[in-house]
């Protein structure tokens, strides 16, 4: 089956420009996460969701940016105001699951490309 | 001081070596570990899930965790040049309603032909 997509996979900006960022999870997965990764860098947290609530968002930088998801499906992920610290791949990832535990099993996207320039 | 240290190579050997990656980490309330493949430009691919000690095998590679020690290990048999890839370690605990993976840095990996 098909499994996470991301669109754009890659994006440019202009410094303060707000820009807007698509998940699609694989069908039927409750569970949703966004993550950051720096070049050479491991990803990091930023929000994840449950259905259509964001039930942690503890890992998001700053005000600036915004994470929804709806209806419980598709998920964006907003940037607003962007910085050139801003500049890195943004991966989504969903599970099947709704708890953590033994077979928790995230499925990540090829994620987009932010460059802020 | 990060929760999950990992070397970040870049690792070079020859075609059919025995390889090994690793990973050490800080936080006793990790009990789900995992190992990530990622090839240039891609997403992150599952390759071991284990939970807490003990050793997991699935073909070439095998995976041990070391709670004792607070040490994860992968290792890859008859090493291909298609395994060239950055490798990330990843963990998570178990209970406390945090679904969020901590990542090593990862290890770029070369397989030499």
């Known amino acids: 089956g098909a499994g996470v997509s991301q669109s754009p996979r890659y994006k440019v900006a202009k410094r303060g420009q707000d820009v807007a960022l698509r998940c699609d999870p694989i069908?039927?997965?409750?569970?949703l996460f966004w993550y950051q990764q720096a070049l050479g860098q491991g990803p990091e947290f930023l929000t994840y969701?449950?259905?259509?609530?964001?039930?942690?968002k503890s890992g998001l930088p700053s005000d600036r940016f915004f994470a929804e998801r709806p209806e419980g499906s598709v998920s964006t992920l907003k940037i607003q105001r962007t910085q050139q610290e801003d500049s890195a791949v943004y991966l989504c990832?969903?599970?099947?699951?709704?708890?953590?535990?033994?077979?928790?099993?995230?499925?990540f996207g090829p994620g987009t490309r932010l460059t802020v320039l | 001081q990060k929760e999950v240290e990992q070397d970040p190579g870049p690792l070079s050997v020859p075609e059919g070596a025995i390889v090994s990656l690793n990973c050490t980490y800080s936080?006793?309330?990790?009990?789900?570990f995992m190992w990530y493949r990622q090839y240039s430009r891609k997403g992150p691919e599952l390759l071991m899930y284990?939970?807490?000690?003990g050793n997991k095998e699935d073909g070439r590679f095998t995976a041990q965790v070391d709670k004792s020690s607070k040490y994860i290990s992968l290792f890859i048999r008859d090493s291909q040049p298609s395994d060239s890839a950055t490798y990330l370690c990843?963990?998570?605990?178990?209970?406390?309603?945090?679904?969020?993976?901590?990542f090593g840095s990862g290890t770029r990996l070369q397989v030499q032909p």
């Open positions: 990843a963990m998570s605990a178990r209970g406390t309603g945090r679904r969020a993976l901590t």
């Open positions: 069908s039927g997965h409750v569970s």
């Open positions: 969701f449950q259905n259509e609530a964001q039930l942690d």
């Open positions: 990832a969903s599970s099947l699951r709704r708890l953590a535990g033994d077979g928790d099993t995230q499925y």
């Open positions: 284990t939970y807490s000690s």
């Open positions: 936080n006793s309330a990790f009990q789900y």
